[in-house]
């Protein structure tokens, strides 16, 4: 009895100690493990960005009337020359009773003062006639020595005003029929608007062969000079505005590939850097924090028929290629932390990882490049956190 006794008290401790044991010894960490691979890469600057027509004209009204309706909408094809708007004088001057009745009252004013001012010709026209005969008449006395040498000058004095006198007042009748004439038209535009009858119109034509892109002003209504009335330009002549951070702009350089992507289509578009504006601007994001920001201009490199359904104003988003290469040796870099000055990661060796440096080169988001310290092929910790030590007990999920 004893002897089971002692038997049954030893597995009883036996146990109690393995028990112990397993509680306290150190579990595998569970991680997810990613593949050191190789392939393409590509460090990118991604922006959104806008469509806009590379030569579009503004259509304004050169005075100011009463346009009639214009007949375009967008998407219409219109020839260079081709009449785009019509304009009418004012109907507010021109149909109003009391301006008519001041039109009239004004040629009625305007042909008394060319009466008078022809009377007026007349009479400095007699003045320089007697002023003549007076002059004649003192160098006639003066070789007798009748009349003095003082008396001939003021005698040939008063013939040169009365002269000028004539002139300014033919002048004078000319400015007065000049404005009967322009009294005179004002009234017959005013009785021919007020008959019904037709009217002198200016006609707004087409600069260029184009499409209408965007009609400004459609109904018919009084316009001021210089008002716009709607925008043309050629949809085919597409190109994309972007708008990106200025520490992004200066890695831009003419000439560099994009990447047109969600824009609506099924495939991304290629383009190519036209432009990259030498100023740039401020502006608040929405966050509420300034940014300098520079303009960049892409030009589509991919076919018309590509990007045929893109038109003025459409969104897209670009992907600016600043770096690539087609067998690069990479991990992803979430798999990276600091270590010193340098960068490591933890490495799958048996059921244990180890620390290992890692020099790495580009980076592109989600990927970078790795120049030494891992090949490829080896599994590493994707999100390594404090739980994961050199050393230490994983399994994978």
């Known amino acids: 009895m004893r002897l089971r006794a002692k038997i049954g008290m030893l597995a009883i401790g036996v146990g109690v100690a393995a028990g112990l044991a ?75 009773p ?15 003062a060319l009466a008078a001012a022809q009377e007026n010709a007349r009479a400095a026209s007699a003045a320089a006639q007697l002023a003549q005969q007076e002059r004649a008449r003192a160098e006639s006395l003066r070789q007798s020595n009748f009349v003095s040498a003082q008396a001939l000058d003021t005698a040939r004095t008063a013939e040169t005003r009365a002269r000028a006198a004539g002139q300014a007042a033919q002048h004078a009748v000319r400015v007065a029929r000049f404005d009967l004439e322009t009294a005179r038209a004002a009234v017959a535009s005013t009785d021919r608007l007020q008959n019904g009858g037709a009217v002198d119109v200016l006609q707004v034509r087409a600069p260029v062969a184009a499409n209408v892109l965007k009609l400004l002003h459609e109904s018919e209504g ?28 200066v890695k831009i350089a003419p000439g560099s590939r994009v990447i047109l992507d969600r824009w609506g289509g099924e495939q991304p578009v290629a383009g190519t850097v036209r432009v990259v504006e030498p100023s740039g601007f401020t502006k608040i994001s929405a966050l509420g924090v300034e940014e300098q920001r520079v303009r960049v201009i892409v030009d589509f490199s991919s076919p018309r028929e590509a990007w045929a359904r893109l038109g003025d104003g459409y969104r897209v988003e670009a992907r600016f290629v600043l770096w690539e290469g087609k067998d690069v040796l990479q991990l992803p870099t979430s798999a990276l932390f600091r270590q010193g ?9 048996g059921r244990r990882v180890r620390q290992a440096p890692v020099e790495i080169g580009q980076r592109a988001g989600l990927a970078t490049q790795v120049v030494s310290g891992l090949k490829a092929g080896d599994r590493v910790v994707a999100h390594p956190d404090e739980t994961i030590k050199d050393g230490v007990r994983v399994k994978p999920r």
Request: charged share 25%; no cysteine.
């Open 222 to 249: 009084a316009v001021a000079a210089g008002q716009p009335l709607l925008e043309i330009g050629d949809p085919a002549s597409l190109e994309v505005e972007v708008e990106v951070l200025s520490t992004h702009a």
């Open 98 to 112: 009391r301006t008519r009745a001041q039109a009239q009252a004004q040629a009625s004013a305007a042909q008394a």
């Open 341 to 349: 000055e340098g960068w490591a990661a933890f490495v799958l060796d």
């Open 22 to 96: 397993y509680g306290f010894m150190p579990r595998a960490v569970p991680v997810d493990l990613a593949e050191v691979t190789r392939g393409p890469l590509a460090v990118t600057v991604e922006e959104e960005g806008k469509t806009r027509v590379r030569e579009r004209y503004t259509v304004s009204a050169p005075v100011a009337g009463y346009v009639r309706r214009i007949d375009r909408q967008a998407g219409d094809a219109v020839a260079a020359g081709q009449v785009l708007a019509v304009i009418e004088p004012a109907r507010s001057v021109a149909l109003d």
